[in-house]
């Protein structure tokens, strides 16, 4: 039995859905433990292009059971039209291959108003959401306040709870009438999706399942140790995980962490190496940078080793996936940041408070490119050598071994070096 635990280790966006869907051909469970649709991960598959935002990615692998954990908030409108999705591709998911945890919590048209409306009133020091209403969920959640999925079951405390939800959220009456009546009459859809999901985990464990924990966003989007206040409104790293699902730490025998081979940014909020030039967009038109969930271009800069060093220790990560290699084919030059200067002094660590982290300069280290296409390689050993440097360097800055690379955005374009299920 092996639970993996798949996270991210930039800002989001590092190609967890490809890496997700790859790791699920050998899993049982397949399990989204924090977020909301705020998180898009895109699968290519035979049967087209895929985005799924709130569904687990093992649902594009036929015999995986899917499970949307208690650590997520779950809009019901986008996962019916994910559901919708799935179904007219043939794969399906009903209460046999999908379950929902009863304790996750609920997003609404209100909570979408409101987070719009904070955003616009922060003018100039806005977040640059993705205005999905994640974060008034999480905090109504902490507050001890928004519905639960589990509670859609009494049509008492949806309606008491909605006319609560709506003062606070600054909504009027007849948009809390508008949520109540919507929310009551998803139920038949909706409540048999519902199931224990501590029982489904322990079950699979006892068994000697393989069980994959897929996060969302990035470990530097943490709410936590991210670069707060620019960060999502969950957290996003391994022990998250434990909190979202029910496990204990020890139930998690391996992780892996996913990075580009480059980093980008979508939003508000420092950015050590953001390239503000030609190179920063040949990198965003040749790896198609532009959000799955807002379609935002998203900002691209070079590696940042000092901030996948921290995001590294943060998860206690076993192994790297490494994505969008073949973006970096042909380049005459490549540069890793392997250093900040502040304050005229050269620092090794990562300051997470923005505004000290926004005054950082990267100090880079440069190495020749490579002319050879990586697309077509499907062992180590048929890369470039220039592309085998510049892995090895990874290794060498992060301290962490490599396991798969991926060189297309195809299932098969991808150099499998060690099984992390083994």
């Known amino acids: 039995m092996t639970v993996l635990a798949l996270v991210g280790t930039q800002w989001g966006d590092e190609g967890k859905g490809?890496?997700?869907?790859?790791?699920?051909?050998?899993?049982?469970?397949?399990?989204?433990?924090?977020?909301?649709?705020?998180?898009?991960?895109?699968?290519?598959?035979?049967?087209?292009?895929?985005?799924?935002?709130?569904?687990?990615?093992?649902?594009?692998?036929?015999?995986?059971?899917?499970?949307?954990?208690?650590?997520?908030?779950?809009?019901?409108?986008?996962?019916?039209?994910?559901?919708?999705?799935?179904?007219?591709?043939?794969?399906?998911?009903?209460?046999?291959?999908?379950?929902?945890?009863?304790?996750?919590?609920?997003?609404?048209?209100?909570?979408?108003?409101?987070?719009?409306?904070?955003?616009?009133?922060?003018?100039?020091?806005?977040?640059?959401?993705t205005l999905r209403g994640i974060g008034p969920a999480y905090a109504l959640k902490a507050l001890r306040l928004n519905l639960r999925t589990g509670e859609l079951r009494s049509e008492e405390t949806v309606r008491i709870r909605i006319a609560l939800l709506a003062k606070i959220l600054q909504a009027t009456e007849e948009d809390a009438e508008k949520v109540t009546e919507y929310l009551l009459g998803i139920r038949d859809w909706f409540l048999p999706l519902l199931g224990d999901d501590i029982k489904l985990v322990r079950e699979a464990q006892a068994s000697g399942k393989n069980i994959l924990l897929e996060g969302a966003q990035g470990a530097l989007l943490d709410i936590d140790h991210g670069t707060y206040p620019f960060v999502t409104s969950s957290g996003t790293t391994t022990a998250t995980a434990c909190t979202g699902l029910g496990i204990p730490p020890s139930a998690i025998t391996t992780s892996i962490g996913v990075l580009k081979a480059y980093c980008t940014r979508v939003g508000e909020g420092p950015f050590p190496t953001e390239l503000s030039d030609e190179m920063g967009d040949l990198l965003r038109e040749?790896?198609?940078?532009?959000?799955?969930?807002?379609?935002?271009?998203?900002?691209?800069?070079?590696?940042?080793?000092?901030?996948?060093?921290?995001?590294?220790?943060?998860?206690?990560?076993?192994?790297?996936?490494?994505?969008?290699?073949?973006?970096?084919?042909?380049?005459?030059?490549?540069?890793?940041?392997?250093?900040?200067?502040?304050?005229?002094?050269?620092?090794?660590?990562?300051?997470?408070?923005?505004?000290?982290?926004?005054?950082?300069?990267?100090?880079?280290?440069?190495?020749?490119?490579?002319?050879?296409?990586?697309?077509?390689?499907?062992?180590?050993?048929?890369?470039?050598?220039?592309?085998?440097?510049?892995?090895?360097?990874?290794?060498?800055?992060?301290?962490?071994?490599?396991?798969?690379?991926?060189?297309?955005?195809?299932?098969?374009?991808?150099?499998?070096?060690?099984?992390?299920?083994?």
């Open 286 to 422: 040749r790896g198609k940078e532009y959000g799955a969930t807002t379609r935002r271009p998203r900002r691209c800069g070079w590696f940042d080793g000092v901030a996948t060093a921290h995001t590294i220790a943060i998860n206690g990560l076993d192994s790297l996936a490494v994505t969008k290699l073949d973006v970096l084919d042909g380049l005459e030059q490549i540069m890793l940041c392997t250093a900040y200067e502040l304050d005229g002094r050269k620092i090794e660590h990562f300051p997470t408070e923005a505004e000290v982290l926004s005054n950082v300069k990267p100090i880079y280290e440069e190495m020749p490119g490579w002319k050879g296409n990586t697309t077509e390689a499907r062992n180590y050993e048929e890369l470039p050598e220039g592309a085998k440097r510049y892995l090895k360097r990874i290794e060498e800055i992060t301290g962490v071994k490599i396991a798969l690379i991926s060189v297309g955005s195809h299932r098969d374009e991808t150099i499998l070096i060690d099984n992390p299920w083994i």
């Open 18 to 129: 490809k890496v997700c869907d790859l790791l699920a051909g050998e899993a049982d469970l397949v399990v989204r433990f924090s977020g909301g649709n705020n998180a898009g991960h895109t699968i290519v598959t035979e049967k087209g292009m895929m985005i799924l935002h709130i569904v687990p990615s093992g649902a594009l692998r036929k015999g995986v059971h899917n499970l949307i954990g208690a650590g997520t908030v779950i809009d019901p409108a986008i996962l019916r039209k994910e559901l919708d999705a799935l179904e007219e591709i043939g794969l399906p998911q009903d209460a046999t291959t999908l379950t929902v945890s009863p304790k996750a919590h609920i997003i609404t048209d209100m909570h979408r108003a409101y987070e719009a409306w904070i955003e616009e009133h922060l003018g100039d020091y806005k977040i640059g959401t």
